[in-house]
């Protein structure tokens, strides 16, 4: 399942490696893209075993907030 | 703990908050040491502001060195614990404040910027009307299923793509198209989510929903775009690759070198490539977003950066410059005495209005595209009769009978099958007619020629203008290319100011002209709309493709999608992505001139560690700024290209 998140957060490019890694580490994602052009973050993740609310926390793990966004 | 903690620290709303309250802490802590003369509490004040600050930037270096990177956080944390190691609290405090001020300045910034777009996405209603098993049910927009009817109010945004099964009402469409003026809509139209109705009550079946709307789509494709990395950005992440160490290394030399603890740790604060990293990224948001906003998809940065290169630019004749459907554009009546010709919008005689007439009642029955101006004209002037019987004839005319009258209408050699007399004097004037790249056909009644009807593909409005303001641009060489013979699109060309004129192509031979542009040395656009330019679009440095009317493939292939037939958008896309480029060497220039300054200044001894801080946030910031100028590009192009003849939007070919 992919997911969309947002960030409002990004200002600085090379933040969105950081992001990367953090939801990369989480148990039941298989891929994340952090894109700081638009500030979308997508996942590519088993929701069974990693919901939304998981994926929220690993990106603030690394020290970014992000919402649930609702386009693609 | 944790948690609370984790609260502080982590929402934008409460990092303006840790701002706010670690800037305050410094004023206090100023007022105590320097009015109140008490040093002891000043330290803990800014202390206090400083671990405030800090923690946030402390947790983002953190993870950074969880990850191997050594990040702008890293920075900023080790200069500040240097600092309050050396007891320089004020320092520490002022490079943790301004660090988290700008870093909350600048976000705020380029939310706006990438939300150049998305913000039409929540202008769409909270809820709309469905009906639902007789009744009007209030629902949220995303709960609506396709197929269902929707209730738009006057006045109304539209949440869904769909039909109009019923109803009228001028639908303000900017938010898909860029275009000012609204547009008529009737039963059977296509509306998209994001328009406005103005005035009337409309039903709609609804085609799309949530995330599956035209405008979705639009946002979805340009953020792709903003997405996708310019050249220059590249380049400039590869010399950031060694920047931020190589002043890492520097400070330490220093350090070593000199044991002046304070202007090591100053390298560290100015050693972050901050406004050098966001140099390209936030005009290429800016940009496309404007773009967009404007009725024009450019894909990503590298087409930008290559649009606003162009030297040359070949345009495709037929549906590009001109409407690609042919129109009634001259009616000559042989009964009247002086009957000169006319041109289609000026009042016909009466003469004229009936052979009209007796041609539209012979083609009533044809889809012959010849056949559709003329009944289209004719309706104007009232109902059209269907005829009794009638007779095509491929390629040279049709016979029909009405009412005991025998009509004929066709070309020349037809009206000789059917043996009717045709004068010198006509044979001259059709000669003429040919000229002008018009398809000419004659009327006849009861064995007697009545008149000429003239029908050609006519240009767009806006050709002329097109390229007028391209060569004002700086664009030489304009070619137009088509498959039609040269003697048609001569006359053409005459008209809108083009001198190189390519006829009588086939699709390679339109790719194999770009080619030779390019061999010339040129950086060659191509505009062009259907199927068989899909080459020469793939083959030139930047591909537009025209959205109304336009194929698919083409808006596919293209670099460039103009949604609405408006050709001024060309030149206007040309001057948002000069614009744009400009704005990123701006950038750059600002980024390095400053860091540069700075370096020199700390080496010197004339910049200390918080001076450092706000030069560099200060940085940030006008690069942001400058970056932002581009929402509102391209205003002096378009200023007075206004008020455009109407033409109806098709942005469903492009996008669906």
Redesign the interface.
């Known amino acids: 399942m992919k997911t969309i998140l947002r960030s409002q957060d990004l200002t600085c490019p090379s933040c969105t490696g950081r992001i990367e890694k953090s939801l990369k580490a989480c148990d039941g994602v298989h891929d994340a893209r952090v894109y700081f052009s638009t500030g979308r973050i997508e996942v590519q993740h088993d929701p069974g075993r990693a919901t939304a609310d998981d994926l929220i926390k690993a990106v603030r793990m690394a020290g970014y907030t992000a919402t649930t966004g609702t386009l693609r | 703990m944790n948690r609370i903690f984790?609260r502080i620290?982590?929402?934008?709303q409460h990092r303006f908050g840790l701002v706010v309250l670690s800037g305050t802490l410094i004023i206090m802590g100023f007022a105590a040491g320097w009015l109140a003369g008490l040093a002891a509490l000043r330290d803990v004040l800014l202390l206090a502001a400083v671990l405030i600050a800090g923690a946030?930037i402390a947790?983002?270096a953190w993870?950074?060195i969880r990850?191997h990177?050594v990040?702008?956080?890293l920075l900023v944390t080790i200069a500040t614990a240097g600092a309050l190691l050396i007891g320089d609290y004020w320092e520490a405090a002022a490079v943790t404040f301004l660090f988290m001020f700008g870093?909350h300045l600048?976000?705020?910034m380029?939310?706006r910027t990438?939300h150049a777009l998305?913000q039409l996405?929540e202008s769409t209603p909270s809820s709309v009307i469905v009906l639902r098993a007789g009744h009007e049910v209030e629902v949220k927009p995303e709960a609506v299923q396709p197929g269902e009817l929707v209730l738009v109010r006057p006045g109304a945004h539209i949440s869904v793509d769909g039909t109009v099964i019923q109803g009228r009402a001028a639908v303000d469409e900017s938010a898909i198209t860029g275009e000012p003026l609204p547009v008529e809509k009737f039963e059977g139209a296509t509306v998209y989510a994001g328009t406005v109705s103005q005035d009337g009550l409309l039903w709609l079946r609804a085609t799309g929903v949530g995330?599956d709307t035209t405008l979705?789509r639009i946002?979805?494709w340009v953020?792709q775009a903003?997405?996708e990395q310019a050249p220059t950005q590249r380049i400039i992440?590869r010399f950031?690759r060694w920047y931020t160490p190589a002043i890492i290394m520097l400070s330490a030399v220093f350090f070593l070198w000199t044991w002046n603890t304070e202007l090591a740790l100053t390298l560290l604060v100015i050693g972050c490539p901050?406004a050098l990293?966001?140099a390209t990224?936030v005009p290429?948001?800016a940009g496309i977003g404007r773009a967009a906003q404007r009725g024009m998809l450019i894909k990503g940065g590298a087409h930008l950066e290559t649009m606003a290169r162009i030297s040359a630019l070949a345009l495709d004749k037929t549906g590009t410059l001109t409407e690609g459907k042919p129109r009634l554009t001259h009616l000559e009546s042989l009964q009247s005495i002086s009957s000169s010709g006319r041109r289609a919008p000026e009042p016909w005689t009466k003469a004229e209005q009936d052979m009209l007439r007796w041609a539209a009642i012979a083609e009533s029955g044809s889809e012959h595209p010849l056949a559709l101006p003329v009944l289209a004209a004719a309706r104007m002037l009232g109902p059209v009769s269907h005829a009794d019987q009638f007779d095509t004839c491929a390629g040279r005319g049709v016979r029909a009978t009405y009412q005991g009258h025998t009509i004929g209408v066709g070309t020349q050699r037809f009206m000789g099958e059917l043996g009717i007399p045709i004068g010198s004097d006509v044979e001259e004037r059709l000669a003429r007619l040919g000229e002008t790249g018009t398809t000419a056909v004659l009327v006849a009644r009861d064995g007697r020629a009545l008149g000429i009807l003239g029908l050609a593909d006519t240009q767009r409005g806006m050709a002329s203008g097109m390229v007028r303001r391209l060569r004002d641009l700086g664009i030489s060489r304009i070619a137009m290319l088509t498959g039609d013979d040269r003697r048609t699109a001569e006359f053409i060309a005459g008209q809108i100011g083009i001198e190189e004129i390519h006829g009588s192509l086939l699709p390679d031979g339109k790719l194999a002209l770009i080619r030779q542009m390019q061999n010339d040395g040129h950086i060659v656009a191509m505009v062009g709309d259907g199927i068989n330019d899909a080459p020469a679009l793939a083959a030139a440095d930047i591909g537009i493709a025209m959205g109304a009317g336009g194929t698919a493939i083409a808006a596919e292939t293209a670099d460039i999608v103009l949604m609405t037939d408006d050709l001024l958008k060309v030149p206007e896309a040309l001057a948002i992505a000069r614009a744009t480029v400009r704005n990123i060497r701006q950038n750059v220039t600002i980024a390095l001139v400053t860091a540069a300054a700075l370096l020199a200044g700390v080496l010197f001894g004339r910049v200390g560690m918080a001076g450092g801080m706000l030069m560099h946030e200060l940085s940030v910031l006008v690069v942001v700024a400058n970056g932002m100028r581009l929402l509102r590009a391209g205003r002096g192009v378009i200023a007075d290209g206004v008020a455009l003849p109407r033409v109806a939007p098709r942005a469903d070919s492009v996008l669906s």
Do not use: K, M, N, Y
């Open positions: 984790d620290v982590h929402t934008a946030a947790t983002r993870h950074g990850c990177q990040t702008i956080e870093t600048e976000a705020s380029l939310t990438r998305a996405l995330d979705a946002v979805h953020e903003q997405e992440e950031a901050g990293a966001i990224p290429v948001v």
